[in-house]
């Protein structure tokens, strides 16, 4: 304790008692630091002042002798949002280096995040750190948080890639301060409440974890209070009725194979939408590979799988979701008629990997960019779909296929936990602690459900693939 004291009251001799930037730092960084408790380097310091103090050092006449006393005093005070520095913890570590074990531990876990998961935590803890000056641990406090993040993101336009307005001249987008100026002169439509809330809450996750492993207070979740409390419109996903459907599917399009040759993607792309529930990026990416027959059932199925580490990303390179989204989907008796098996073999007598080879990746969309931009940007529009319902819905899209097959199963009483499996959602906590003594639906369930979907599509009038 003696000696302890004495290293901490060596620094606070030396600081002026009119420089208050500089005494506030030393109560703030120095105790706790060192391998020592908080509580013990409070004890320590005060101890040695007032036995010690005034002998050992010549600036003690500049300091009145209740001084130490009310500097221990505001100590709790001064700290009460900052971080709580614990025994044989590396606080000096940087945001960066935090985030990098945080989710290194991650994806060592059982629970390993999906691809699309994995990437949305790198984004946003990204911006995190950039916001933080990817400070050390130790100096996150709740007031830079408010002030560098969390208003930050209140404040951050929409899509800023997509405005020429917020990038300079060589193509990247201008400082943080500059965009929120811009975006306000501007007008630019801001980040919704949504995903103001969606973003800071992998901030969160990730500051509960270093809570957790005790580096810091859990004081600075407070900082996102103004977060918390805003107002989310919950829209809900329509899917498309009856009518829309017909605008879709009845057409020249589908009756005279005019995708055939050079758009075969657009064809099936949509039938396997609306007969499987997929996502669209789970159908852009499927190998031919990926359609398997059962040995046993001789049931051919969808198998939607992963391949995230891919070397060659142009070719390899598969992602879901989340881990409910790897799957076995038996293809649809409909997709069978229309001569999809046909399709699929004459693909790998061409020796293609990819089912549709026409589509390319890329970083953002992966390998749904062509066709989602074509269908919600052109087919839709052109079929007089309209993309705003109302402000009870979100915007109507290529998302919409999954939607309808949920709602067709559920409308119609279609086996809920099956259809959870087909469509990759996952169980119900009831479904988690039953399927502890039971194995997933078989093939042959699966089949039964999935041949059940029917949308009054004119199957014998679309042209099949010989």
């Known amino acids: 304790m003696f000696s302890r004291g004495r290293e901490l009251c060596n620094i606070y001799y030396t600081i002026h008692p009119a420089d208050l930037n500089a005494l506030d730092d030393f109560f703030t960084y120095e105790f706790g630091t060192s391998g020592y408790t908080e509580a013990f380097d409070r004890e320590a310091f005060e101890y040695f002042d007032i036995n010690y103090g005034k002998q050992n050092s010549s600036n003690s006449n500049n300091k009145n002798d209740n001084d130490i006393s009310k500097q221990l005093q505001g100590i709790s005070d001064q700290l009460s949002d900052r971080t709580k520095i614990p025994v044989n913890k590396d606080t000096t570590q940087r945001l960066s280096t935090a985030v990098e074990k945080f989710i ?99 901030v969160k996750t990730f500051i509960q974890s270093l809570s957790i492993d005790k580096y810091i207070r859990d004081t600075l979740m407070e900082a996102f209070k103004s977060i918390d409390g805003l107002n989310v419109i919950n829209k809900r996903r329509k899917g498309f009725d009856d009518n829309e459907i017909q605008k ?12 055939f040759k050079k758009h075969q993607w657009r064809h099936w792309g949509l039938l396997l939408a609306i007969y499987t529930g ?35 990303k142009s070719d390899g390179l598969k992602s879901l979701k989340t881990k409910n989204a790897k799957r076995q989907v038996p293809i649809h008796r409909h997709l069978i008629k229309l001569g999809f098996l046909n399709f699929v073999k004459q693909q790998k007598q061409r020796k293609h990997k990819k089912l549709f080879h026409a589509l390319t990746y890329t970083e953002k969309d992966r390998w749904s960019k062509k066709l989602k931009r074509w269908f919600n940007e052109t087919y839709m529009l052109d079929k007089g779909i309209e993309k705003f319902v109302s402000d009870e819905f979100t915007t109507m899209s290529f998302h919409c296929f999954r939607s309808t097959v949920i709602n067709f199963g559920k409308q119609n009483r279609m086996d809920r936990s099956i259809m959870k499996e087909i469509v990759g959602h996952a169980p119900d906590q009831n479904d988690i602690i039953h399927d502890n003594y039971a194995t997933p639906y078989n093939l042959g369930n699966r089949q039964k459900e999935i041949n059940k979907l029917s949308f009054g599509i004119e199957i014998d009038k679309i042209k099949k693939w010989m």
């Open 104 to 202: 290194e531990r991650n994806q060592s876990s059982k629970n390993a995040w999906g691809y699309d998961q994995h990437n949305r935590y790198q984004q946003t803890l990204s911006f995190f750190i950039e916001q933080m000056e990817d400070c050390h641990i130790h100096q996150l406090t709740k007031d830079k948080i408010i002030d560098q993040y969390a208003l930050v993101l209140q404040q951050y336009p929409s899509d800023p890639t997509k405005k020429k307005l917020l990038k300079d001249a060589t193509g990247r987008l201008y400082s943080t301060e500059k965009l929120l100026k811009l975006t306000q002169q501007h007008q630019f439509k801001t980040l919704s409440a949504r995903t103001i809330q969606s973003k800071a809450g992998l």
């Open 248 to 259: 879709i599917f009845n057409q020249k399009e589908f009756f005279d194979g005019l995708w």
């Open 278 to 312: 997929a996502r669209v990026n789970e159908i852009c990416q499927l190998d031919v590979n990926d359609i398997k027959t059962d040995e046993e059932t001789g049931i051919v199925y969808f198998n939607f799988t992963d391949l995230p580490d891919a070397e060659d």
